[in-house]
């Protein structure tokens, strides 16, 4: 029901406008839900790691935000060829070092990303004939694993060494043309005799449902584990947009990997889009990892959409002012995260019904936005939810759709009609259109409460 309120004078618009800017990130940060991805995950026996570059480590909210929800980091450049061994034979650890020393301060693993990979390569590497390269490869393996003995969770030993497409075959690469096949399987070798505690990994991409590339891989890793060749997980990136969504099988890809005897991780997770689409897609990912035993964790490509590698598809779980999105809400409650659960005081029982809300401003103009806010069910299903959101004064909201309001001065009580029946982890969102009025502040969340 849309509220009349008194329209601010001219004068006023300017700074009202300016204030609200500066707000608009503490008012979105609000969220019902006060556990954290790496907390809810740890309770599931994974770890929930985020990519980390070290020149934004100086960035208060940056690592606070670390802190706070991350158990896990991957270095996202620090430690590739061109960033460790720029120069044959001279070794630089200074910003990968950073990442590390600041994860064993916070007690967080740390997943080593990655010592053989075509892209990021110096040139003096692709210069190298085969006898020589073979050398330079297996030196970059120990020296780099040497420095980093004992730190490092798990490696990305090979990176993305299959070509895209329906051929199966290697990529090509100075690797695997000069050294042929046999590269991947040597630099495994090498890397479980420098370090014999560090998970041994292979990485790529587009190989998170069942297909051509996926299969290759899966050929590659049946072999290793059957000649005795040193694999213990697979890493699958999991880079997701609406050309390359999240597949049907997803989950049925990492058991049959799993079924082979390795560990599976998510390692460079990213879905582009926003509100409760990308929402849902993120609980799918956690839903399927969750579902495989031997799925131990899950690494999100970065903490923020301000920083992201692919920022304008803000694939992210935190928005670009730190705000936690709808993904956020949707991860942590898949997790079995606060507000989803019985919240630790209960008898072991069922979970209660709960549920957590996130907010995304979808759309803004010169005098008005709309606004979404996504409504996620906790670990039960839930047959009806309520929200409360407080306006800034001045504003008024001129349409809501999918929820029904009842209004007390600047204070909404939402409920929802037709969209309350959740199942446990599921998530509807409700819209609203506001005219400003001279405020572009958004709307601070109360909570959630289900039924
Ligand atoms: O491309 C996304 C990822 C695919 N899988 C392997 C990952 O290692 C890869 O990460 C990205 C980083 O997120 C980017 O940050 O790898 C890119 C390079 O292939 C990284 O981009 C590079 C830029 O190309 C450089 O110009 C820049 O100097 O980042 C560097 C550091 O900011």
Known sequence: ?????????????????????TLTALAHSATAADGTLGSAA????????????????????????????FNAV???????????????????????????????????????????????????????????????????????MQHYKGKIYAWDVVNEAFQDGSSGARRSSPFQDKLGNGFIEEAFRTARSVDPDAKLCYNDYNTDGVNA?????????????????????????SHFNSASPVPSDYQANLQRFADLGVDVQITELDIEGSGTAQAN??????????AVTRCTGLTVWGITD???????????????????????????????????????????????AACTIAYARTSDWNDGYNGEVTVTAGAAPITGWTVTLTFPSGQKVSALWNGSPTW????????????????AGASTSFGFTVMKNGSSTAPTLGTCTAS
């Open 1 to 21: 029901m849309p509220r009349s309120l008194p329209r601010r004078a001219a004068g006023a618009f300017a700074s009202a406008l300016l204030a609200a800017t």
């Open 42 to 69: 740890a309770a599931k026996g994974r770890y929930f790691g985020t990519a980390v570059a070290a020149n934004h480590l100086g960035e208060s909210a940056y690592s606070g935000t670390l802190d706070r929800e």
């Open 74 to 144: 991957t270095p996202e450049n620090e430690m590739k060829w061109d960033a460790t061994e720029s120069t044959r034979n001279t070794f630089t650890f200074g910003a990968a070092d950073q990442i590390v020393s600041h994860a064993q301060g916070k007690g967080m693993k740390v997943r080593g990303h990655t010592l053989v990979w075509h892209s990021q390569l110096p040139s003096w590497v692709s210069g190298l004939g085969a006898g020589d390269l073979r050398t330079a490869m297996n030196n970059h393996i120990t020296q780099v």
């Open 213 to 237: 590339k996926s299969n290759a891989v899966y050929d590659m890793v049946k072999d290793f584990k059957a000649r005795g060749v040193p694999i213990d997980c697979v890493g699958f990136q």
């Open 281 to 290: 897609n993120y609980a799918n990912v956690v839903k399927a990892c969750l």
């Open 306 to 352: 301000k920083y992201s590698w692919r920022s304008s598809g803000t694939p992210l779980l935190f928005d670009s002012n730190y705000a936690q999105k709808p993904a956020y809400a949707a991860v942590l409650t898949t997790l079995g995260g606060t507000g989803g659960g019985d919240g630790g005081g209960g008898n072991g029982g069922d979970p209660a």
């Open 408 to 423: 007390n001065g600047d204070v909404a009580t939402v409920r929802s009609t037709y969209n309350g029946n959740l199942a």
